[in-house]
């Protein structure tokens, strides 16, 4: 009797195993883009600024989306209906605890608006010698807001942001301007020598435009330009 109640058990469990391994995954993509006026915002990636939550469950566990640093974001779902929450307090722009309902059948995408507090536009780089130059248009969003500080920053990746760009040494006073005093009607220009260890030595450079807000812990960024030395 023992022995056929052990083979049952077997048997079930076998069946069961055979129920997970047959467990159909999400295949519907939802694709977007954070977007101001219709423009991709620039930030760091990685950071937690949008999840998803689907209704109608007792438990709802949020759905993280990750967020590239150009402002792109893709998910894998099932079919269903979604809401998509902005992370308040998270993200160089305003608060706004509005959902978005999202409906996904099949591949879907949708695009997420934001306010930024600043804009960075026509951003463009050179390289001149041993001196990569950058120039930007600064606009204020969000009247009240002031600016901290406004850097051209490196990295050896082109995964760039504040916390992982190198740290050139001696630093160079033109590659970071305080807000305070800049004019907003003309572009803003900064520069970098790259004769600067670590700088020198990186057999591969990437560089961004980084805007920090005062009060804001995360910085809105450029695009970034792979430096040909």
Do not use: H
């Not at 076998?14 to 219709?38: H, K, M, W």
């Not at 949020?62 to 307090?89: C, E, H, W």
């Not at 248009?137 to 190198?166: F, H, M, Y």
């Amino acid at each position: 009797m023992k022995k056929i109640y052990y083979l049952f058990v077997v048997f079930a469990a076998a069946i069961s195993g055979c129920e997970l391994d047959n467990y159909e995954p999400p295949q519907s993509p939802l694709t977007g883009r954070i977007v101001f006026e219709g423009n991709a915002v620039g930030i760091r990636q990685g950071i937690s600024v949008l999840q998803l939550f689907q209704p109608g469950f007792q438990t709802v566990t949020p759905i993280n989306v990750n967020v590239k640093q150009d402002g792109t974001f893709a998910s894998m779902l099932f079919d269903g209906n979604y809401k998509l929450v902005r992370i308040s307090g998270n993200g160089p722009w305003e608060a706004n605890t509005d959902t978005i309902d999202v409906v996904v059948k099949g591949a879907t995408s949708v695009d997420v608006p934001v306010r930024p507090y600043f804009t960075l536009s026509d951003a463009s780089f050179s390289v001149e010698g041993e001196v990569l130059n950058a120039t930007c248009r600064i606009t204020n969003v969000v009247a009240g807001r002031q600016i901290e500080r406004i850097s051209l920053i490196l990295g050896k990746t082109i995964i760039l942001d504040d916390p992982t760009k190198l740290g050139p040494s001696p630093a160079d006073p033109l590659s970071t301007k305080a807000g305070a005093g800049l004019d907003l009607s003309q572009p803003v220009s900064l520069s970098q020598n790259l004769t600067a260890e670590p700088l020198a030595s990186a057999p591969y450079l990437y560089a961004r435009i980084a805007l920090k807000v005062v009060g804001v812990p995360e910085l809105l960024y450029s695009d970034v330009y792979p430096v040909k030395k």
